[in-house]
């Protein structure tokens, strides 16, 4: 019989650890999506992809994360499948409901909803709607597996409720200066990690009117819904920040309400609000994988 030793070894590579082990990969850029993109036109999903800039040969808007916006026209519907282990659902604007293979879920403007792996759901709109829809496809891609098994179970967070408890911590957030004034969205599946799904997290944040959250940076790629914000209200990024916690050089990403901006991982970033209106922001990362794998190194400014 023949040995394989010769064809295997045609697939080694080996390179000098110092020189190679930081490997020259393409970095993840801050790159903005205007709302635009699903104020019009027809019953469709948009997908935020930069696969060009990540040298992808799939659709992605993170190393795992794919973010789409789902556009909905007025008594029309849409089927949304993923090959994933994790989706995440805001709500934009709108009301309708989605049928899944457990049942029907009503939804509104400012809802949240998480689905496991799943054999696809459909989305119906009373009104014309928009979703913003988020899930860890392009990890699975990049490992070349499918998902076998549910790993959490779906959870529905109403948004109302959610604007209650974001608002009770206003003041106590403020007179402390917390970093920010915020909670974080979980599920009883992913008490340990303390995210939505475990591979994902989403942040429900508060940037009060005329204030300002100090830098932090973390491991995980942000890719920031900017729920609501009146004029003059912006993060800034960075890769570096002063000794006085300022960050050195920044990019400016303003927020427009119903738009997306990426923050790359390991940049620290400030939120700004200089107008006279509340800002809400709804990040969604990668942050339950790196939690887990305990590389998250979240960091703030003192």
């Given at each position: 019989?023949?040995?394989l030793?010769?064809t295997w070894?045609?697939q080694v590579v080996n390179?000098?650890?110092?020189?190679?082990?930081?490997p020259?990969?393409?970095?993840?850029?801050i790159?903005p999506?205007?709302?635009?993109?699903?104020?019009s036109?027809?019953?469709?999903?948009?997908e935020l992809?930069?696969?060009?800039?990540?040298e992808?040969?799939?659709?992605?808007?993170?190393p795992?994360?794919?973010?789409?916006?789902v556009?909905?026209c007025?008594?029309?519907?849409?089927?949304?499948?993923a090959?994933a282990?994790s989706?995440?659902?805001?709500?934009?604007r709108?009301?309708?409901q989605?049928?899944t293979?457990?049942?029907?879920?009503?939804?509104?403007?400012?809802?949240v909803f998480?689905?496991p792996?799943?054999?696809?759901?459909?989305?119906?709109a009373q009104?014309?709607?928009a979703?913003?829809?988020?899930?860890?496809?392009?990890l699975l891609r990049?490992?070349?597996v499918q998902?076998?098994?549910?790993r959490?179970?779906?959870?529905?967070?109403?948004g109302?409720?959610?604007?209650?408890?974001?608002?009770?911590?206003?003041d106590?957030?403020?007179?402390e200066?917390?970093?920010?004034?915020g909670i974080?969205?979980?599920?009883?599946?992913c008490?340990k990690?303390?995210?939505?799904?475990p591979?994902m997290w989403?942040?429900?944040?508060?940037l009060?009117?005329?204030s300002?959250?100090k830098?932090?940076?973390?491991?995980?790629?942000?890719i920031d819904?900017a729920?609501?914000?009146?004029?003059?209200?912006?993060?800034?990024?960075?890769?570096?920040v002063?000794?006085?916690?300022?960050?050195?050089?920044?990019?400016?990403?303003?927020?427009k309400?119903n738009?997306?901006?990426?923050?790359?991982?390991g940049?620290w970033?400030?939120?700004?609000?200089?107008?006279?209106?509340?800002?809400?922001?709804f990040?969604?990362?990668?942050?339950g994988?790196h939690?887990?794998?305990?590389?998250?190194?979240i960091?703030f400014?003192?």
């Amino acid at each position: 019989m023949t040995t394989l030793n010769a064809t295997w070894k045609k697939q080694v590579v080996n390179w000098e650890y110092t020189s190679a082990a930081t490997p020259d990969l393409k970095s993840i850029p801050i790159q903005p999506f205007p709302a635009s993109l699903h104020e019009s036109g027809e019953t469709r999903v948009i997908e935020l992809n930069i696969s060009a800039q990540l040298e992808t040969d799939y659709a992605a808007s993170s190393p795992s994360l794919l973010a789409n916006y789902v556009r909905i026209c007025a008594g029309e519907s849409i089927a949304t499948q993923a090959l994933a282990t994790s989706e995440v659902f805001y709500v934009m604007r709108g009301s309708g409901q989605t049928i899944t293979e457990d049942g029907i879920i009503t939804w509104k403007k400012g809802d949240v909803f998480t689905l496991p792996y799943n054999q696809g759901v459909t989305h119906q709109a009373q009104e014309d709607s928009a979703l913003y829809w988020t899930h860890d496809e392009p990890l699975l891609r990049y490992l070349g597996v499918q998902p076998a098994q549910p790993r959490f179970h779906p959870a529905f967070y109403d948004g109302h409720d959610l604007m209650e408890e974001i608002n009770a911590l206003r003041d106590i957030a403020q007179q402390e200066k917390r970093n920010r004034a915020g909670i974080i969205l979980g599920n009883t599946s992913c008490a340990k990690t303390k995210t939505i799904t475990p591979s994902m997290w989403s942040l429900f944040n508060l940037l009060p009117k005329q204030s300002v959250q100090k830098p932090h940076r973390h491991n995980s790629v942000a890719i920031d819904l900017a729920v609501d914000a009146g004029e003059n209200t912006y993060t800034l990024i960075g890769q570096q920040v002063d000794g006085e916690g300022q960050i050195i050089n920044p990019v400016k990403a303003v927020w427009k309400p119903n738009s997306v901006f990426i923050t790359p991982p390991g940049w620290w970033h400030s939120h700004h609000n200089e107008s006279d209106q509340d800002g809400y922001v709804f990040p969604v990362q990668d942050a339950g994988l790196h939690t887990y794998l305990r590389t998250l190194d979240i960091q703030f400014v003192r």
